[in-house]
């Protein structure tokens, strides 16, 4: 009798022990961590852009890493929003499939926009072979991905806790692929998972996120991208949480989602991946392999281009111009037309035909850029006056500043703030 009593007290002893080691493993974190970065296209290091040079995969890695020994416990999901790939340049496949190894070794959710479109399905596979890309209402890519925060991880409990479900959104960019319009598709994501609350990411422009939180309120947070648009504080719009990513991978945000007591809390934050964020030394060595290769392949792209036809180009440099035309030299030797060239080197892309086209003087023209016998590097006073040969006293053309005549190069895409009134003042010369 005695002896079954100990017995028993020992079975339910047990049993308790059990119950407790079952709960605590099937209990799921109340939070995840999204580690959000957007329309890094390629650029493996960090962006030589006017301000610092900022972003890069190793710098990425190390904030990554840091946010890791934050969480603790809770899970890190790495995502990269949209554009994360590079759609020009004879060497985008060596640098895509470098991305994919990294989304890859990294775990990251890789989401698509217009841009990345246009590199088209097949090369999009070979670039990250394994890796999940996602855009909602485009086949053959995922459109979003749940999140189970809280409760249980055993049927019928299952259902208790909080369903986050993170949506990829894109609307067409300019010169991108034609998308599908984001608030019909985000409807759809509602209309198939009603209980849920959102996270949007993508390419979308302000006042389609503004009409997305308006028609949607159970969108907790936005995390996108356009053009150079950034919030460097996350801004709330009635308890909303919006986040503009920038461009070409400079920043990093980092959102913590949790389902605390029945109710959800978001965490954002954003931080410029400048210089003070120390780079990972493995993916820094790997980054320099792979931009030795690209390197290699832009160099041999750009001699194929180099014109045969030298003489009949008629171009003959800025520095000519200089004796007779002292005060347009000054203005113009000082500004960043200038050094359009040399500013690739930083981004290792100095040799990049499909940047020297707007980077460089007559790329592709007779007798342009590139000349072993005549510097043509930045852009000259004869990308926008003409080949100059014979002048004076041959008149050279001279077309007022205008959409049409300086947005060959001062595209919706790549000069999004561009006013021709006022970019001309910071070149204005005569
Ligand atoms: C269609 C023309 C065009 C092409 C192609 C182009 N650029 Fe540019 N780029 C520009 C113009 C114009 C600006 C000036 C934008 C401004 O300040 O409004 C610019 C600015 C930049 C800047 C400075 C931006 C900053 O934020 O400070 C960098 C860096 C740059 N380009 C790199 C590249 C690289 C790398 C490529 C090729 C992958 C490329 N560009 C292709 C036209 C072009
Ligand atoms: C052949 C291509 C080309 C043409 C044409 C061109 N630009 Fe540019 N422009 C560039 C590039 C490339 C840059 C970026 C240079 C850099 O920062 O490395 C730039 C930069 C600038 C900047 C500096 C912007 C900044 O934020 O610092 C101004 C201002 C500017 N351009 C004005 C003009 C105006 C006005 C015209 C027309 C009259 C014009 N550009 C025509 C290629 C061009
Ligand atoms: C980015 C394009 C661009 C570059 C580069 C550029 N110019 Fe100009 N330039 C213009 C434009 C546009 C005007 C006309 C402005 C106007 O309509 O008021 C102009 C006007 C002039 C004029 C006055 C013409 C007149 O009759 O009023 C001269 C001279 C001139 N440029 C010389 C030069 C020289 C020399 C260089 C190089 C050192 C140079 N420009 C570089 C765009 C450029
Ligand atoms: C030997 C002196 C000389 C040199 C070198 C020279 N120019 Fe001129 N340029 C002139 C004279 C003179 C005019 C007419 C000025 C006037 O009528 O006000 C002129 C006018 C211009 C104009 C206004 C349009 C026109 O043709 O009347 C532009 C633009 C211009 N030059 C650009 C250039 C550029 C770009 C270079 C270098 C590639 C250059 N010039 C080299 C002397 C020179």
Redesign the pocket.
Known sequence: MKRSAVLGLLLLTAGLVLALVLAQRFQRPVAVNFYLTADTQGFLVPCGCKVVPAGGLARRVSALQALERLAGNEPVIPVEATHGFADRGPGREILNREMGRFYASTGTLVGLGGYDLLLGPEALRMAAPGVPLYLAGREPYRGSKAFRLGGWGVPPLGARGGLLRLVFLAQTPPGGATLRDPMEVMAEEVRLHPADRYMVVGQLAPPTTAALLDAFPKILVVAVQWGTDVTTIPQQRKGQWILYLGDRGRRGASVRVAWSGGQWEVLPMIRYLGPEVPSDPATAAQVAQVLKAVDAVNVRALAALASADKARGGY???A??A???AD?HRVWSISPHARATSDLAIDHQQSNPDCLVCHATGLGKPGGYPRPDLDLSGVQ??AC?GP?EG??PR????LPPSQASCGTCHTPRDSPLFDARGYWQLIKHK
Not at 395 to 398: A, D, G, N
């Open positions: 003959t440099g800025s000519r111009c004796s007779c035309h347009a006073c004869e006056h100059s002048h004076p008149p050279l053309e001279v």
